[in-house]
Each structure stands twice: as C-alpha cells, then as structure tokens.
C-alpha cells in the first residue's frame, strides 16, 4: 500500500538542477513530505520536510504543489556525490516507510 | 553521543548461532528504529521503540528476531538460530520524537547509523 509514487531512476548533468518529484495523492492532511538520500552503502540521510510550504535548507529545496498531491526535491547544483538513491516519504508520525526511491546518477 | 553508533560493524556468524547487534541512539532522543536492508533491496522496517516501548513489532520477519531497549538509550536487536536469509545490513536509526511531538519541531528527522552487516555462512 504505498503512499508515495517515484521514477525508478533519473541522471542529471553534474552542475546543473536535480529535479526529483514525488506523487503522493493520497496525502492526510496533517501528514508531511519527507525526503532521504542513501548513498551506496551508508545510512540513509535526512534532506528536508514540509507540510505546505516551500522549504529550503543547505542541501535543497522542497516545491509541494498547492493541493499537496505532489512535490519536487530540488538539488540546485548537483555534483557527482549526489549520486545516491532518494526517498520520498509520507508521515506525520511514528515509523518512516521507506519505499523503492529514485536512482539519481549524477554524470560528468 | 554526536551520532548514532552500531556495534560490530561486521558480523559473520554460523548458520543456527544467536546474534546481538547494538544501537547507541543520539543522547536525548527518544525514539529508537530498527531496518534492515538485503542486497539491492530497499529499508525493511523492523520495530520502532519509544522510550522503551516498542508500540509496534509487526515488521520482526520471525519469533526468531527480538528487540529490547534499556534506560531510554541503548537498543539491542536478537536474532536466534541465524539463517542465511538474515544476511543483511541492519541499520539503527534515532529521533526527538516525544510521544506525539508533531514533525514541526523535528528538524533532523532521522539519524541513521552505518549499520552492520551480516553475513550467515
């Protein structure tokens, strides 16, 4: 029964915007958007959070759409140690279900 | 502790023998995560404690798999009679998260591990 919906895999351009989206339509209104990273063997690693509003933090941003059925994770400048696998994740608390992710492969 | 730290780091063990892997949560946070993660494969949640609670034990594979937790902090997670099929990456994870603190003061979210790897021979 997964909540949130992902490409299995993406490449970008090393130097130029990641744009990873999300669908979650079935998002509960007190529910948030999550997203992790797992690089190759190590812990999966916080990114960013939001509810409704656009956030942004050092490492990206989070576009979620008005109706909250989808949303965008923003690496503005990707460089090669981006490459790594993203969650997306739906939650407002309690355990955080990791489904499949995106591949993203950041190219020379 | 600065961040959530697992013990051993590698574990390679002979089918039927018992395992303890450890969790050494960030100092201060409540809530405490096992996942395990087979090669290739996604995070497979496991059990999740709140304070020494575990509300939730559903995602344990067998009644081979156990978990406690002690004083809040330190988490042990039991596996019996090892089979291969328990050969994983077993990962730790922590949180503020107190009772139902909501997301928006949770700044970090979770804190992983590095995990340990297991491997039944």
């Known amino acids: 029964d997964a909540k949130t919906t992902q490409p299995p895999s993406m490449d970008c351009a090393e130097g130029r915007a990641a744009n990873l989206p999300c669908n979650h339509s079935t998002i509960s209104g007190n529910e948030y958007v999550y997203w992790y990273r797992q690089i190759h063997s190590q812990g999966p690693q916080y990114i960013i959070h939001?509810?409704?509003n656009n956030e942004t933090n050092e490492m990206a941003s989070l576009i979620i759409t008005e109706d909250r059925k989808s949303s965008t994770l923003i690496l503005p400048h990707a460089t090669l140690r981006d490459t790594a696998v993203y969650y997306c994740i739906v939650r407002y608390w309690g355990d955080m279900r990791f489904g499949a992710g995106t591949r993203l492969t950041v190219k020379p | 502790g600065a961040g959530v730290s697992q013990s051993p780091s590698n574990k390679v063990t002979e089918k039927g023998k018992d395992v303890e892997l450890r969790c050494d949560p960030i100092s201060g946070h409540t809530a405490l995560y096992w996942y395990r993660q087979s090669l290739g494969q996604g995070l497979e949640f496991l059990i999740y404690?709140?304070?020494?609670?575990?509300?939730?034990k559903s995602g344990l594979p067998s009644d081979r798999f156990s978990a406690e937790r002690t004083g809040g902090s330190v988490s042990t997670l039991t596996i019996q009679r090892t089979q291969q099929e328990d050969s994983a990456v077993y990962l730790c994870?922590?949180?503020?998260?107190?009772?139902?603190?909501?997301?928006?003061?949770?700044?970090?979210?979770?804190?992983f591990g590095s995990g340990t790897r297991l491997t039944v021979v």
């Open positions: 404690f709140q304070g020494n609670s575990a509300p939730d």
């Open positions: 994870a922590s949180s503020l998260e107190l009772g139902f603190t909501p997301p928006e003061i949770d700044n970090y979210g979770y804190t």
């Open positions: 939001g509810l409704k």
